[in-house]
């Protein structure tokens, strides 16, 4: 039987990582990976949440399952994070599940099983492992342009010309916030536009929401998610713990289905339905100290703190390349890396310009210029900046 599998195609990211491991050069620099590194390279455990694992080590007295759809005070914080008092109770029902990717993985099944025949419209570019999942569902997909390869910003005008084409029963995948793999995001006006299309053509929002804080701001950054839950009856949201609590390991994420609470009861069956399917009961323990954090007042104000620590260096970052490259060019055409927000910016390298600075510079990133601002600190900008324009982008 197991002679019959076909090898599947090597995960381009992980790829990276294991070509820069075996680097033997000492001032390589990693820009591919998408985590967060404090400047001296490390992914550190947020004080919040090492505070509030000495807590559940004293006070935990079992490891016995909890529920399918995890725990109820889990999904309720969650809920409460990403959509605030956006939506009504009544309209919401939510899983845990194991990270981001988890929670997609449900919404897709969910979708899969509510209409077969519904396409799934996916901005171009978008982050991988969403089309991976789709395709591995044999899930019909139709891409939306997005973004602008000249202007590295959001081409909101062909963005909507493409999704005017989306059919009632459809379903439109956004990011929430800090645009994967291109930095680029939609201002709130643009996300009200968004909402109106979504009223005439009929067609259900997916929001994925993975970098909530790395953006803007906790609040800003939901922003547009709150928007589209108020305004449309029908949203599915998957949200993830990994970046914004620094817990990637621990694998906590949670997918949000609003809809009419004549149907509530239903789509939160119906979701535990999946988990059984699928892992049966999720895991806890990042879900337990999320939940801890969120509701201590304590804890929650200086993981609040930390977070913005991260998002204004990550910002600084941005700011400090941006004006280091217009004063090496003498050209303000990388304005848009301090525009953007989050993680990720995309270059608009062509794969040539990426493969050079590797082999000749010691810099990996992914191979249609997407880098991660967080791998780079104060010393490596320049060093970066002169790379960038020695390769001619």
């Not at 804890?299 to 620590?309: C, S, T, V, Y």
């Amino acid at each position: 039987m197991l002679g019959t599998l076909k090898p599947q195609p090597a995960d381009k990211i992980l790829q990276l990582i294991g070509q820069f491991k075996a680097d033997p050069r000492t001032d390589k620099i990693d820009l591919g990976v998408g985590v967060y590194k404090d400047p001296t390279g490390l992914t550190p455990v947020m004080r919040a949440v090492k505070a509030a694992e000495k807590q559940l080590w004293e006070a935990e007295k079992t490891k016995t399952y909890t529920g399918l759809a995890g725990e109820p005070e889990y999904n309720a914080a969650m809920a409460t994070l990403v959509l605030g008092d956006a939506a009504a109770a009544d309209r919401i029902s939510s899983v845990a599940t194991p990270g981001g990717t988890g929670a997609c993985r449900q919404a897709f099944e969910l979708i899969r099983m509510a209409n077969p025949e519904a396409s799934v419209w996916v901005s171009d570019p978008t982050w991988p492992n969403h089309l991976s999942i789709l395709k591995y569902l044999g899930m019909k997909v139709e891409p939306y342009r997005y973004f602008d390869a000249d202007t590295r910003a959001v081409d909101f005008e062909a963005m909507l010309a493409d999704l005017a084409a989306a059919k009632p029963g459809d379903v439109v995948l956004l990011h929430g916030c800090c645009h994967n793999p291109t930095g680029a995001n939609l201002t709130l006006p643009q996300w009200q536009a968004v909402a109106e299309l979504l009223e005439k053509t009929g067609a259900v929002p997916m929001i994925d929401i993975a970098y909530q804080g790395f953006g803007d701001g906790l609040e800003e950054d939901a922003a547009g998610v709150r928007l589209i839950a108020s305004r449309r009856p029908e949203v599915l949201i998957a949200a993830s713990c990994s970046k914004n609590f620094g817990i990637y390991r621990e694998r906590t994420g949670a997918l949000i289905a609003l809809s009419e609470p004549t149907n509530r009861e239903v789509t939160q069956g119906t979701l535990a339905f999946l988990n059984r399917q699928n892992y049966s009961f999720p895991p806890d323990h990042g879900a337990r100290l999320v939940t801890m954090i969120l509701t201590d007042p304590t804890l929650r104000a200086d993981w609040q703190a930390e977070l913005e620590e991260v998002r204004r260096g990550m910002l600084g970052l941005r700011e400090q390349l941006a004006k280091e490259l217009q004063r090496l060019s003498g050209s303000d055409r990388f304005g848009f890396i301090a525009e953007h927000r989050g993680m990720f910016s995309r270059l608009g390298a062509s794969p040539e310009q990426v493969e050079r600075l590797k082999t000749e510079h010691g810099i990996y990133m992914v191979g249609d210029s997407r880098l991660n601002i967080a791998g780079l600190n104060t010393t490596t900008v320049p060093i970066l900046a002169r790379a960038i324009l020695d390769v001619g982008i």
